[in-house]
């Protein structure tokens, strides 16, 4: 089946710092990634959408020069948390469908801690 | 956009009950209803999906019902057992094209008491 990696799995960076967060598709290409942040016992919102080739589209509310998506490639996507700051400590997953359609699949999650 | 509703928001069932978990959807136009699980911790994982011209699909335990008419579609997990306890989204999709987003309900939290 369609699988997705994530990595790193856990960060703890200091205030101030950026964070980058890889997201590939391992046995398909995804022209589309999404990436999802998620609080504890909440629902997953969802933050951009990243397409291939092409900048990314970012939900409302979701602010693009801190959270830096490129998706260099059909099977790789990352997403950069610049300056984070400890309100940015969260669950970040991604997501990807296999061009035959179906459902997403996730990667494991990052879990972000900023101190 | 699409808007999904869920409830209820945490459920607790006996060993061996069922669980109903319910979700509505706003847009006539999503086709594609998957329901994901999630333990604590970990990435959520299809569980069962069902397209709109499907009113009802099951895989074991597991059911999802649909009513386009009314918009809403439902899990059901028949003799439930302790490792069915986690948090479970359902969402919809317009599309099932590799671009078409998903728009997820708010989670039911599941406990099955043994």
């Known amino acids: 089946g369609a699988v997705v990696s994530q990595h790193p799995s856990r960060v703890i960076c200091k205030s101030g710092t950026s964070v980058k967060i890889e997201c590939r598709s391992l046995?398909?290409?995804?022209?589309?990634m999404f990436w999802y942040r998620q609080f504890p016992k909440q629902s997953l919102m969802l933050m951009a959408t990243?397409?291939?080739?092409?900048?990314?589209?970012?939900e409302q509310g979701v602010e693009k020069d801190k959270f830096l998506i490129n998706h260099a490639s059909l099977t790789l996507s990352t997403l950069t948390v610049t300056s984070a700051h400890p309100e940015d400590s969260s669950f970040y997953i991604c997501?990807?469908?296999?061009?035959?359609?179906?459902?997403?699949?996730f990667g494991s999650g990052t879990r972000l801690t900023v101190v | 956009g699409e808007n999904v509703e869920q409830h209820p928001s945490t459920l607790s069932v006996q060993e061996g009950d069922s669980a109903v978990i319910k979700c509505t959807y706003s847009d006539s136009a999503s086709n594609y209803f998957p329901w994901y699980k999630q333990e604590l911790g970990k990435r959520p994982q299809l569980i069962i999906d069902?397209?709109?011209?499907?009113g009802e699909k099951k895989d074991q335990r597991i059911a999802v019902t649909l009513n386009k008419t009314a918009k809403h579609f439902s899990l059901h997990i028949t003799e439930t057992q302790p490792e069915d306890s986690a948090v479970y989204f359902c969402?919809?999709?317009?599309?099932?094209?590799?671009?078409?987003?998903?728009?997820f309900g708010t989670g039911t939290s599941l406990t099955v008491i043994p």
């Open positions: 969402a919809a999709s317009i599309g099932i094209g590799a671009g078409n987003q998903f728009y």
């Open positions: 046995d398909f290409q995804a022209t589309t």
């Open positions: 990243s397409n291939e080739g092409s900048k990314a589209t970012y």
């Open positions: 069902i397209r709109s011209n499907v």
């Open positions: 997501s990807a469908r296999p061009p035959s359609g179906g459902g997403y699949t």
